[in-house]
């Protein structure tokens, strides 16, 4: 069971947070919508109801959600999304691994932008484009 009061919270003590687990567009979006949330003369229950919809539209926002409900501080929760989620906000430009092909002195790369995607194999060479270690060490 959820507690509205803890839903409501967190809804408050998110909004430092949605730059980073959102595009600047969504964020943005994301908050205006909240405020419009609080600003109603809603019942608690009703805009804990509307709060856990609107987080639910996004999977980094929900799982920020869940998360905070299972009691993590605020503070914790992005670095724990992080490790297992490329977020769309701030943290993207660190996260776009480089591939090259294995073949010396060919200078074929690619860059991974999204895990869900797999190296294509040298467009010269045919052979799976393997990681650039040197370059993702950041
Ligand atoms: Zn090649």
Redesign the pocket.
Known sequence: MISQASVLLAAKEIRPYLSELLTAVDAKDMSQRLDLIFSTELDPALQSTEIQRLMSTAETTQEWLKLYLEGKPSEQILPIIRTYQPLPGKAKAIASPRYR?P?AN?H?VWYRRDVEETPPN?P??D?PMVRDSKVTAK
């Open positions: 092909c073949v060919c074929q040298c010269i060479h052979v």
